[in-house]
Structure formats: C-alpha cells, structure tokens
C-alpha cells in the first residue's frame, strides 16, 4: 500500500479523459533541463516516494525492441544525468530504476517510462518493512523546481 495510491488510480482516467496518450506530450512537471531530443524527464505527479521521476520515450513506444540504436545512446546518458541531479539533490549514490512492459506487469500506460526514484537509509523505515507503506513529502512540483535549479547552473556538467 501507498499514500498516494488512491490519486494513482485515477490518474489514467484524469490525464486521458480526451484519449490522448499523457506521456506523448509535454506538461508542466517536464525537467527540460534533462530531457533530450528523443527523451523527456518528468517528475511523477503521483510518487512512489520522494524525487521520483519518469524516463518517457518521445515517441510512443510500448516496447522494448522498437527503441532505435540513436535512442538508447541518448537514454544511457539522459538516465547517468538524472541520477548525477537526483543524487546531489537527495545526497546518495543509490537509485531504483525500473521499468513495466505489458499489460500484467503492473504497467498502467502503455508508453514507455522507466521509474528512476533516489533511495536513502532513511526511505527505508519500520512502516515499509512491515506494512509495505511509504511516505512522500516531496511534490512533483518541488522535485522539478530543485531539478530546474542544479540544471540551470550547469555545475554538474551535464553531458548531452
Ligand atoms: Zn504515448
């Protein structure tokens, strides 16, 4: 169970209202200062925990296999620079990245989007180990917001 699961459930009937695909455009929680030509950073409106953000492929892909050779390049280097920003910001070196393909994996959105989420000893508490419960305090407002500030300095030398 999540706090914010609720939210989750209706985000699909929310964001696609007009059946449009939510990952094939841009919105307000895109962290241009990471997205590249063929990949957009998004901070997850709904987090699994705090500065979660979202890998979206450009395209809409459901696949693995459709990915282009020019994609994968750039996603290497789009996923090694979230992870720089992230772990400056949430000060660690540990990440879960993940991803869900196909309808039984978990997947709500059939558009490509790897979970990137920085974790800390301190994520890990009495309430996840036991109840599989975690708090977020961090919006995907205000994780944008500390992404756009580090991108904007450029003090990472970010590679694109
Ligand atoms: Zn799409």
Known sequence: MRIL???RATYKKVYTDDDS???CRKDEHECDGLSGRYWRVMANKFPYMDGNVMIVSKRHVGKVEEITKKEWEEFGKILSNTQKVLG???KTNSFNVGLN???ESGASIE???WQVIPRKFKN????NTFADL???AVSA???KKMIDAITKKSKLNLKK
């Not at 890990?124 to 309430?127: A, F, L, P, R, Y």
């Open 111 to 113: 558009h490509l989007h």
């Open 5 to 7: 699961d609720k939210k």
């Open 141 to 143: 407002e205000e994780t």
């Open 134 to 136: 975690y708090l977020v």
């Open 88 to 90: 400056e910001i949430f």
């Open 101 to 103: 393909v196909g309808p």
């Open 21 to 23: 695909c939510v990952f």
């Open 124 to 127: 890990i508490t009495v309430m």
